[in-house]
C-alpha cells in the first residue's frame, strides 16, 4: 500500500493548533468576573479580533485555517466570525460578495470551513462569584474563609470537558487529512487551563523559546500555538482519554503572541 493510498488516520502528520482568546469585553475592563455570563465584545476587542483576521489574510504573515472549534458564549462567537470574516471564510448575506453584509454576532453563517460551537470550551461556572467585582470576589472569599476553586463548578469538571473538547478536535483532524490548522477560540482561564493539563499530563512539552512563566492566562485575541503529531503513541496505555493522553508528545511553540496587535496590552486575568 502506498502512503497515498493508506488510511489517513495512520499517515503520521503533525497539526498545528491555533489557540485565541476572545476580544475585549466592558466586563474585562472593569474586573468584573464573568465565568458563564454571556458577555459581548466591546469596540475594542471587536477592534482586536479584525486585526488578527487582517494579520493572518495578509501575505507576509498569511495563516490558513482549516476548522474551528469556538466557545458558544457571544464573546467567543463574535470574535471567531470577525476573524473568519477577514480571511473570506464567512459568506455574506444573501450571497452578497459585500463582507460588510456580515453578522459577527450570530452563529448562523456559512462557513467555508467546518466550525463548532460547545459549552464544553465555556470559561469555568464561577456559581455565586459571577457578575462580581474582583476585588468584592476576593473579599467574599475571605470572609467565607474559601478560595475561589471553592465555589462554582469543580476543577475536575473543566478539565474533563476540555480533555473531551481536545479528544474531538484530534480524532477530527486524524480523519481528514486535508485538515494542518485548527483553530480554537475561547476565554482565558479555560485556555490556561487546557495548556496546564496538557503539559502534565506529558501530551505536550514546552519550548524552549516558551518561558514557563509566560503560560499564565493569555491576553484578549492572543494566539497560542501547539504543534501536535496525530500518530498514536505505540504503547496504547499512553493513549489514554481519561488522563488526557491522545498522541505522542507535541510541543507548545508559543503562548500568548500578540504580534497582530503591535501595541501594549493589559491581561485581564482568570475567569474575568
Known amino acids: 500500500m502506498t502512503a497515498s493510498s493508506a488510511d489517513p488516520t495512520s499517515v503520521p502528520r503533525t497539526l498545528k493548533v491555533l489557540i485565541v482568546r476572545h476580544g475585549q469585553t466592558d466586563h474585562n475592563i472593569r474586573r468584573i468576573l464573568q465565568g458563564h455570563l454571556n458577555t459581548r465584545l466591546n469596540e475594542q ?26 466557545s458558544d458564549l457571544q464573546r467567543c462567537i463574535t470574535t471567531n466570525n470577525l476573524i473568519l470574516t477577514e480571511l473570506g ?16 454576532d450570530i452563529n448562523t453563517h456559512k462557513y467555508a470551513v467546518p466550525v463548532t460551537f460547545t459549552s464544553n470550551l465555556r470559561e469555568r461556572d464561577l456559581g455565586p462569584l459571577q457578575s462580581m467585582y ?27 470537558r476540555l480533555r473531551l473538547v481536545w479528544a474531538d478536535l484530534i480524532d ?13 477560540v475561547s476565554h482565558g482561564g479555560a485556555i490556561s487551563k487546557l495548556c496546564a493539563d496538557l503539559v502534565n499530563t506529558g501530551s505536550v512539552r514546552i519550548a524552549d523559546e516558551v518561558p514557563v512563566e509566560s503560560i499564565a492566562v493569555p491576553p484578549n485575541t492572543s494566539v ?16 489514554d482519554l481519561k488522563e488526557g493522553k491522545v498522541h505522542k508528545q507535541g510541543k507548545l511553540a508559543d503562548f500568548g503572541n500578540t504580534e497582530h496587535l503591535k501595541v501594549p496590552v493589559t491581561t485581564y486575568q482568570d475567569e474575568q
Open 134 to 160: 474582583v476585588k468584592e470576589a476576593h473579599a467574599k472569599a475571605a470572609s467565607e474563609g474559601k478560595s475561589f476553586v471553592d465555589y462554582g463548578e469543580s476543577m475536575k469538571s473543566v478539565r474533563g
Open 224 to 239: 497560542t500555538t501547539l504543534l501536535i503529531p496525530l500518530d498514536l503513541d505505540e504503547d496504547p496505555e499512553k493513549n
Open 172 to 184: 477530527t483532524a486524524r480523519k481528514n487529512p486535508d485538515i494542518s490548522t485548527i483553530m480554537i
Open 45 to 70: 476587542g471587536r477592534s482586536q479580533a479584525t486585526l488578527l483576521g487582517k494579520y493572518w489574510a495578509a501575505p507576509a504573515t498569511s495563516q490558513n485555517i482549516d476548522a474551528v472549534f469556538s
Open 89 to 104: 471564510l464567512v459568506a455574506p448575506a444573501d450571497d452578497d460578495s459585500d463582507k460588510s453584509t456580515i453578522n459577527p
